[in-house]
């Protein structure tokens, strides 16, 4: 009964496929079943936001999603490198290590609209945590970081990065503690001023300890502070990220992102972005919801933290809890549009790839006509003039590029004014971010209610 | 009166730097009554509610709510006591959907934990159809069910208000704190209005505190008034009493000139 109910009215099209009464929970629909609703006409449904998205026709079991994820990332696993090499497998790796940290400043930025921008700061904690653990245990198991086998070392790594998380989580905590009393800019500074309070603990570290005998050798004063690498940095950890765990846990990420958004909890987060005070007077506990969103957003930070210190040829710096790696990812949600899942990873996606593209060989075309696709999909209303300023706009950014490699100017040095640019003309042209405050599935549901509405 | 009332203020008071904003108030309210709160502009009503709800903390007095003391509590927590309210100046969450609005309201009487809901257990997607069964009803009953899915910002005014019931009396209050609901509606909407809140007075169960400057509807609806001047009660009685009371004819007109 709740379902048939729930249908008529949340979607318009709920009448059709349920006429028969043969699908399987038409039993329950008792007699008493309100009259269905007729489907009103939505005319003008845009700044939408859907916390709560229409549900699927068929509900999918709670562990579908998660078995979905698994498999995408074997197969990209399995095929990524084959097909397109080792460069391709790499900005992929990046691009996922990306998208857990967009979707988890989201959290924080986008859902309860508590602007931090020291996000990176977490990212080092985590990174540096999971990297301590798994650099000094096979030290002192092996004498040796890459000897033992690699599902050993896997299952080591596995272990750390919870760790990490986790340590990061509480440094959520504690930055979380602070944000009870400041909103907007204020918090803003707190989390800067964070971040680099991070940076300087970090290069005030005892430089690191090559061997098994350094260790046991090792005095008080070189173990506190823990010898991580100074401002030199941490080198030589193990490597065991592969393309598949950056997936992997991109994917939970996303679903957990998903699943808190579609839940009371990430409603009411959402509720504190849109008005504080009239979230607490519906009986939202603010402050507790704030540190939560600091301390979930945290941890996925510090868990891609230890995927990006694990990765080949990494080394772990105290620049990367710095103001320019935070910005990286603040550049990420904002360009996505606050509070939307779907525009953070496709930010996420779009500003690693681009970082490696005006790098120089990869072209341009992989990433647009994909993009141009996509938006002729969800926005289907202005197919011509789209077509022509994606056109002219990749001529335009292809023509620079081919001009660059031509003079020999690297773009990548250049690349934070270019993303600044972009970041001022989404300003100007979509000042909601790519996707404003909505969802794909969104768009999908908002594009079939038009057309009903017109017809 | 043989039964304690529901909601109980005691002499409270606040002041902000020398203004004395609200000073020695007290009301009671019992089950199902509606009680009106009217003074001129600046007479300290809204300073009211926020005591009431917690935004500001009382200086003296106290408040209980069917023997709970709410004094002190944090907005949140009176919320939970059974103690809704609307604002003066709507404050929906605009980019929420409708539906949303009033789903945020049903936070508190949830049981999820956040580990339910990340895992999406069954618990957590059973309590959550349940938010929404509940919600859609509560829309159904405030003609707001086909808008369930716009954009709270988008609607009309007249809706918004009656959104912004909607979302208070979602939260299972006892009483519901109403903050001058009538504004900027024209006189058919009042009407409607006049009988909505009597519509939910008896549905919802609650008792109503009404602070209003159209006289029209406080008269009309409410069988008790209090007239608030410089943060203090300058009369109380039944609307006739009022309506006869010089001093709150003073307080409104001013004295007579003389000569």
């Not at chain 1, 929970?25 to 859907?50: E, V």
């Not at chain 2, 980019?95 to 957590?124: E, M, P, W, Y």
């Amino acid at each position: 009964m709740t379902d048939s109910a729930r249908e008529n009215i949340s979607s318009p099209l709920g009448g059709e496929g349920r006429e028969g009464g043969g699908s399987g929970d038409s039993q329950s629909i008792a007699p008493q079943t309100p009259p269905p609703t007729p489907s009103p006409k939505r005319r003008g449904a845009t700044g939408l936001d859907y916390a709560t998205p229409l549900e699927s026709k068929v509900p999918l079991p709670r562990w579908a999603a998660p078995l979905i994820v698994v498999a995408i990332a074997l197969l990209l696993q399995f095929t990524v490198r084959p097909l397109t090499g080792e460069y391709v497998e790499r900005i992929v790796l990046d691009s996922g290590i990306a998208v857990i940290l967009a979707v988890s400043l989201n959290i924080v930025n986008g859902y309860t609209g508590q602007f931090s921008i020291g996000h990176a700061a977490f990212f080092a904690i985590g990174g540096y945590t999971a990297a301590a653990i798994t650099y000094y245990t096979s030290l002192l198991l092996w004498n040796d970081v890459s000897t033992a086998h690699f599902f050993t070392k896997t299952v080591i790594w596995l272990f750390a990065t919870v760790i990490g998380g986790i340590v990061a989580a509480g440094a959520g905590w504690l930055v979380g503690l602070p944000s009870l009393r400041l909103k907007g800019d204020y918090l803003a500074i707190v989390t800067l001023g964070f971040g680099e309070i991070v940076r300087v603990l970090l290069q005030q570290t005892n430089g690191q300890l090559y061997s098994r005998d350094e260790v046991h050798a090792a005095t008080l004063g070189q173990l506190i502070p823990p010898p991580i690498g100074g401002a030199l940095g941490f080198i030589n950890i193990p490597k065991v990220t592969l393309l598949f765990w950056a997936v992997l846990f991109a994917g939970l990420t996303l679903i957990v992102a998903w699943r808190l958004k579609r839940s009371t909890f990430g409603r009411s987060m959402i509720a504190i972005r849109e008005n504080e005070i009239a979230a607490e007077s519906m009986g939202v506990n603010v402050t507790r919801l704030k540190v939560w969103a600091f301390v979930i957003g945290a941890f996925f930070a510090g868990v891609a933290g230890s995927l990006a210190a694990h990765e080949m040829g990494q080394i772990l710096t105290p620049g990367d809890a710095g103001f320019s790696k935070s910005f990286d990812v603040v550049i990420m949600v904002v360009l996505g549009g606050l509070g939307s899942i779907s525009g953070a990873t496709l930010a996420a996606i779009l500003i690693t790839v681009a970082g490696e593209w005006l790098r120089g060989p990869t072209h341009i075309w992989y990433v647009f006509v994909p993009l141009l696709i996509l938006r002729l999909i969800f926005w289907p209303d202005k197919r011509a003039k789209a077509a022509i300023v994606w056109g002219i706009a990749i001529a335009a950014v292809e023509g620079i590029r081919s001009l660059a490699l031509y003079e020999q100017i690297d773009l990548g040095e250049y690349r934070m004014i270019i993303f600044a640019l972009v970041l001022i003309l989404t300003m100007i042209l979509r000042p909601g971010g790519l996707f404003g405050t909505t969802e794909v599935t969104d768009v999908l549901s908002m594009r079939r209610r038009l057309q009903e509405a017109q017809w | 009166m043989v039964m304690a009332p529901l909601l109980d203020v005691q002499n409270i008071g606040i002041s902000f730097g020398g203004l004395k904003a609200v000073d020695g108030l007290s009301l009671s309210l019992g089950q199902g009554q509606l009680h009106g709160l009217i003074g001129p502009n600046g007479a300290g009503k809204t300073t009211c509610f926020n005591l009431l709800t917690g935004v500001y903390c009382a200086d003296t007095g106290s408040i209980t709510l069917g023997g709970q003391d709410l004094l002190g509590l944090k907005p949140f927590q009176i919320t939970a006591a059974g103690m809704a309210r609307t604002f003066q100046n709507i404050r929906l969450f605009p980019h929420l959907s409708v539906l949303d609005n009033v789903k945020v309201a049903c936070h508190l009487r949830t049981k999820q934990t956040l580990a339910g809901a990340i895992l999406r257990s069954r618990f957590v997607k059973d309590e959550e159809r349940e938010i929404e069964q509940r919600c859609l009803n509560m829309l159904r009953r405030f003609d707001l069910v086909d808008r369930a899915h716009v954009a709270a910002g988008s609607l009309p005014y007249g809706d918004q208000r009656r959104l912004e019931i909607a979302r208070a009396l979602a939260t299972q209050p006892k009483v519901l704190l109403l903050d001058e609901p009538a504004a900027g509606m024209n006189p058919r909407e009042k009407i409607a209005l006049k009988d909505l809140i009597r519509g939910v007075l008896s549905d919802f169960g609650v008792a109503v505190l009404l602070i209003e400057h159209d006289m029209g509807v406080v008269m009309g609806l409410c069988e008790h008034i209090t007239v608030l001047d410089h943060g203090t009660v300058i009369a109380t009685g039944s609307p006739g009493e009022i309506q006869s009371n010089e001093k709150v004819i003073e307080a409104y007109l001013g004295t007579a000139a003389e000569g």
